[in-house]
C-alpha cells in the first residue's frame, strides 16, 4: 500500500511530530510511504481570489497534488485548535483541493476525483470525551465537508485528548497505539 503521511502541526518539537514520526517509522515497515510536513513547506496558505481565478501554481503544489494521486492512504496527523484543524493545514487544504483535481461540480453537489481512504490523528488539550458528546464537529469537519466530497473515505479516527497535562507515561502508551495502527494497516 502506498501511504502518504501529512503532518498539520507547524512545530517540530510538538507531541503531533513525535505521532508523525511513529506512524511513518512503522508503517514503512510494511508499506511504501511518503510524507509531508506543512510546517517545512513553502506556500502561500491564502487563497487571495478564492475561488474566481485560479492562483498560479508553485511547486509545493503541484508536488503536494501529485502526493495525494499517488497515495492509497492519506494519514493526517494535527492538533484540534478551537475546534477546527490549524489554519496551516486548513490553508493547504484550500491551496491543494481545488476544482478539477480533487473534485467537480455536478447538477446535485460536488463528485469527489480523489480515489484513497484516510485516516485521523488528532490531539487536543480538552478531554476526547468532549468532542464525542458534541457531535464530533472537527472531525465531522475534515471527514465529511471535505475529504468526503473530494472522493477520500474516512476510515479511522483517533483523538487523544488532555495532552498539555499528560504523563509521559500516557504519551509512551498514545504512541503504543499508533504504531500498532501503523503496523496492522491493511487496505
Known amino acids: 500500500m502506498k501511504i502518504l503521511i501529512i503532518l498539520g502541526h507547524p512545530d517540530s518539537k510538538s507531541f503531533n511530530h513525535e505521532i508523525f514520526t511513529t506512524y511513518a517509522k512503522n508503517a514503512a515497515r510494511n508499506h511504501e510511504v511518503k510524507t509531508l510536513e506543512l510546517g517545512k513547506l513553502k506556500f502561500d496558505p491564502v487563497l487571495r481570489f478564492g475561488y474566481r481565478e485560479v492562483m498560479p501554481s508553485d511547486n509545493e503544489m503541484k508536488t503536494s497534488r501529485d502526493l495525494l494521486k499517488w497515495a492509497d492512504k492519506i494519514v493526517f496527523i494535527y492538533p484540534i485548535w478551537w475546534s477546527n484543524a490549524p489554519s496551516l493545514l486548513k490553508g493547504w487544504l484550500d491551496r491543494v483541493l481545488v476544482p478539477h483535481f480533487a473534485y467537480t461540480h455536478e447538477k446535485l453537489g460536488m463528485k469527489g476525483l480523489l480515489n484513497a481512504t484516510a485516516e485521523l490523528w488528532l490531539t487536543c488539550d480538552a478531554p476526547s470525551v468532549y468532542y464525542k458528546i458534541l457531535n464530533r464537529t472537527p472531525v465531522n469537519s475534515m471527514k465529511k465537508n471535505i475529504l468526503a466530497n473530494c ?14 497535562h499528560s504523563t509521559p507515561e500516557q504519551r509512551a502508551k498514545w504512541l503504543e497505539k499508533v504504531a ?8
Do not use: Y
Request: aromatic share 4%.
Open 180 to 187: 500498532e495502527g501503523a503496523g496492522n494497516d491493511q487496505r
Open 151 to 164: 472522493g477520500i473515505k474516512v476510515s479511522r479516527v483517533e483523538i487523544f485528548g488532555n495532552t498539555r
